[in-house]
């Protein structure tokens, strides 16, 4: 403002000069104002035109540009924000989704590795069981089959025993006969007891 | 190449020469007039003059001509720079003002104006900060000259901007409440007495200090420029070039930063400044 004051006075020293001398020329003029003025130098010097140039210029300037530079561009600048903060929004949310699932996959794997295990330690224990049964009715098995074929053995032993002392009491009896009927020497019943005793023995 | 530069310079001081002196030359360079002469040797453009409207003179005069050509070329730059595909610009160019573009946005005006208020004033101050930002680099190429440095231009803005941040506040605060909230509340009368002409002059001087600064450091770079180049005149030969030349590159180069820099801290507090007439609770 202080600039505006100085102007002031300038124009005013501008105008009591060019009162005095009508300007025949602008730069003859601003000379005078010079001169008039004493101390300050023409660049100083207050030019009202130059003000309502600039601010002309300017506010053209800024009608020009708002309409042709700056609305599309801050418009394509905004837009091109707007994608780049969905692209990163998104891409966060993939990768929040991604943790999600390779944690549930993680979890997942788990329990079947768990399972697996558990399922691995029951077939194992029923496989165990299964061959201790086994193994047990085998034993049993053998011992029942052994036992029988003990009890058949000692039947069988008896039944021929028992056939054995039949037979012996026949041949006995058979023989005793045979001994009273020749009633013979000596020499001749121990030669027919041998020859007895050879059938016997061959029977 | 060295030869080729020495003879740039030996013509420049041969124009130079034609000066009074440094100071002349200095003050012819940095001062607005109503011809253009951007080539050496060559005629100089000179522009209508005695365009009266209402008593005041409206010629166009040089650093009008630079609004224009800045317009023009921010109209041009950005014409082929706002095409784009698949929402992203399909020229490196478009690539660059976007990056700018971008960080207005980002860094200047949604800090100050908030989310909610950014979408409405960013036409705005993006207009602001790439006018600016012409206006300044095209004051750097040879025959150009700094319309950003002439302090009726920087006037011209920091009023716009005294009026717009003003307006903005009246306008979403209502005109009682604005002018209350530019005063600390809770606090005695007596020292209201001494606040409210501080608090007034204060909303005054930052709209000073932004027209002050701008024009302060264009002009000053500029002057540095050519003060440097003016070594010839002061030395009275041209072989003084092996010594400024390269010092006169690297204070281009800096004001090459500084073109950005005051680009930037304009917006940057006139962006501040409206975020706080719209936001008078912080």
Same mark, same amino acid.
């Given at each position: 403002m202080s600039s505006e004051l100085n102007g002031l006075q300038y124009a005013d020293a501008e105008a009591a000069s060019s009162q005095a001398e009508a300007p025949a020329t602008h730069t003859e003029s601003a000379a005078e104002g010079h001169s008039a003025a004493g101390? !300050?130098?023409?660049? !100083?010097q207050f030019d009202p035109g130059v003000w309502i140039w600039t601010f002309s210029v300017f506010v053209v300037l800024l009608i020009i540009l708002r309409k042709m530079a700056w609305k599309p561009i801050i418009a394509s600048i905004e837009e091109r924000d707007k994608t780049i903060k969905n692209s990163l929004d998104q891409a966060a949310r993939i990768q929040e989704e991604t943790k999600r699932l390779t944690e549930e996959q993680n979890k997942i794997l788990a329990a079947a590795r768990h399972e697996a295990n558990a399922l691995m330690q029951s077939s194992r224990q029923a496989a165990e069981e299964l061959r201790r049964k086994l193994e047990q009715s085998a034993q049993e098995e053998k011992a029942r089959i052994i036992a029988s074929a003990t009890a058949e053995i000692e039947s069988s032993k008896r039944t021929a025993m028992a056939e054995l002392k039949k037979t012996t009491a026949e041949l006995s009896i058979k023989i005793a006969e045979k001994l009273i009927k020749s009633n013979l020497d000596e020499a001749k019943s121990r030669a027919l007891v041998d020859q007895l005793i050879n059938e016997v023995s061959k029977n | 190449m060295l030869k080729k530069i020495f003879s740039a310079v030996l013509l420049l001081s041969g124009m130079l020469n034609a000066e009074e002196g440094l100071g002349e030359f200095l003050t012819h360079h940095i001062s607005n007039s109503h011809?253009?002469? =951007?080539? =050496?040797f060559l005629p100089a453009l000179h522009l209508p003059t005695g365009w009266i409207i209402g008593g005041i003179d409206v010629s166009p005069t040089q650093h009008v001509l630079m609004m224009f050509i800045a317009a023009a070329l921010l109209i041009i730059l950005f014409a082929i720079?706002?095409?784009?595909?698949n929402n992203a610009p399909s020229s490196k160019l478009g690539h660059a003002l976007e990056a700018l573009v971008i960080y207005v946005r980002d860094e200047v005006v949604e800090p100050n104006l908030?989310?909610?208020?950014t979408a409405a004033w960013l036409p705005f101050f993006l207009t602001l900060f790439f006018f600016f930002l012409a206006l300044n680099l095209i004051s750097l190429i040879p025959g150009f000259s700094a319309a950003t440095g002439n302090v009726n231009f920087t006037g011209t803005m920091a009023l716009l901007i005294f009026l717009t941040f003003n307006l903005a506040g009246i306008i979403k605060n209502g005109p009682v409440h604005y002018f209350t909230g530019l005063f600390p509340s809770g606090v005695p009368w007596p020292i209201m007495i001494i606040i409210v002409p501080i608090e007034l002059m204060g909303l005054i001087t930052k709209a000073a200090a932004l027209c002050i600064r701008l024009f302060a450091n264009m002009t000053a770079g500029h002057i540095l420029l050519l003060s440097l180049t003016g070594l010839i005149i002061v030395f009275?030969?041209?072989?003084v070039a092996i010594g400024f030349l390269p010092m006169t590159l690297f204070i281009y180069l800096i004001e090459v930063l500084v073109a950005f820099l005051q680009a930037y801290i304009f917006t940057l507090l006139s962006a501040l400044f409206v975020g706080m007439a719209l936001h008078q609770e912080h």
């Open positions: 101390s !300050l130098p023409p660049f !100083l | 011809e253009w002469h =951007p080539v =050496p720079g706002t095409r784009r595909k908030g989310k909610k208020d009275k030969t041209a072989w």
